[in-house]
């Protein structure tokens, strides 16, 4: 009798160290690495996939620390690739609206390329009709990131460095940036931003996915229904730059203070409507001394998909994909038609750094430049 307690004690120690041991083994988030080819230039490049236990498969390369793909759940079950975006890498290089990059050192656009700073003039690339966007000519959508991959038991994370240096693109300072992606298993995914320049610099980071929810890229995105918790919003000029004012959304078609579909008021006889095509505006968003907090959500009722954002910036680009015309080939065979994805871009206001009474953008030599936005997706 003695000998089989003895024994079945044994039997539990060693399944409950083989327990410990698989999953140390197998963590339950996970990152695989391919290579995703060669730039123009010959650089390699390549492609992480970060798999949650649940299924979420988020993929991104360092080009551009681009999300090429992301899987995500409907309320069935059944995960799809919800972002816009291509198949390989010499079609990003050819041209992409910047689908799934990391934009930099500046998010949208800065009036006429022109900033000054300590009394200094800085002149940057004027590549948007006459305006600076997204970084100029050589962004951080299109520049090759280092990486490192740290995977723990619940969580797995793409490290992207890059340093981009003084007067890169025309903004001053050598800058050292970091770009982290992780995924958990609740289908959250955190991008962190941290930065540190040696000299004084203006700074906006952003992250500009293109969603479609329903995952079928051939319908456009008129019935998701948004939610920005935001009063006010920038009135553009007819170039896209906000004039200055802060409007109340209250009775325009820039209320999204309750969930709304993009359709209901997007064909409104409206003078900004206008201007963007459609949206295309930064809102100012509620609780802006509350650091890390909810601003947004979109929800497809097709498939059940909602996706949700929180983030600790002051802004948010609701951007209907007004500029895709239907020239660029899907993932999944077809073209990108007139909105066909949506972009909700968390940042700081666009020209910021030309408007004294919008928060600061500005980035003093040696100090942190530190922020955090989470996607998470559920379905309902
Ligand atoms: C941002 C801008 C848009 C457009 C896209 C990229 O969202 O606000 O006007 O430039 O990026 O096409």
């Not at 391919?34 to 490049?45: P, Q, S, W």
């Not at 958990?184 to 991008?191: A, I």
């Not at 980071?205 to 293109?210: E, K, V």
């Amino acid at each position: 009798m003695k000998k089989i307690y003895f024994l079945l004690f044994h039997l539990i120690i060693i399944s409950c160290e083989n327990m410990v041991k698989k999953n140390k083994i197998m963590p339950l988030v996970t990152i695989e690495k391919k290579d995703f080819g060669k730039t123009k230039d010959g650089v390699n490049t390549n492609q992480f996939i970060l798999k949650n236990k649940s299924g979420m498969e988020i993929s991104v390369i360092n080009y551009g620390g681009i999300i090429t793909s992301w899987k995500a759940k409907d309320r069935k079950g059944n995960y799809k690739d919800i972002v816009l975006g291509f198949n390989n890498l010499s079609q990003y290089e050819a041209g992409s609206p910047y689908f799934g990059a990391i934009i930099g050192r500046y998010g949208n656009r800065i009036s006429k390329g022109k900033f000054a700073l300590n009394g200094e003039n800085y002149t940057l690339a004027v590549n948007n009709g006459e305006n600076h966007l997204h970084g100029g000519l050589k962004g951080f959508d299109k520049v090759v990131w280092d990486t490192k991959e740290v995977v723990n038991d619940s969580t797995a994370s793409l490290v992207l460095s890059y340093v981009s240096k003084d007067m890169e693109e025309g903004y001053p300072g050598n800058l050292e940036v970091q770009v982290i992606y992780t995924l958990n298993n609740n289908d959250e995914l955190s991008v962190k931003y941290e930065a540190i320049s040696d000299k004084k610099t203006i700074i906006n980071l952003t992250q500009h996915s293109y969603f479609n929810l329903s995952a079928d890229f051939n319908k456009n995105i008129l019935d998701h229904e948004i939610l920005i918790n935001a009063d006010s919003f920038l009135p553009v000029d007819s170039t896209l730059i906000p004039t200055g004012e802060i409007r109340n959304v209250r009775e325009t078609p820039f209320d999204f203070r309750k969930p709304k579909k993009v359709d209901e008021e997007i064909n409104a006889i409206n003078k900004q409507l206008e201007f963007g095509i459609g949206y295309d505006h930064c809102w100012v968003l509620n609780n802006q001394d509350k650091g890390l907090r909810f601003v947004a959500s979109a929800y497809e009722s097709g498939t059940g998909r909602l996706l949700e954002i929180f983030s600790d910036q002051p802004g948010i680009q609701f951007y209907s994909g007004n500029f895709l015309d239907g020239t660029l080939k899907s993932k999944i065979g077809g073209n990108y038609d007139f909105r066909s994805g949506f972009c909700l871009e968390t940042q700081h206001y666009p020209n910021s750094p030309n408007e004294k009474d919008f928060p600061s953008v500005t980035l003093n030599a040696g100090k942190k430049y530190v922020s955090e936005t989470i996607f998470k997706f559920s379905s309902k």
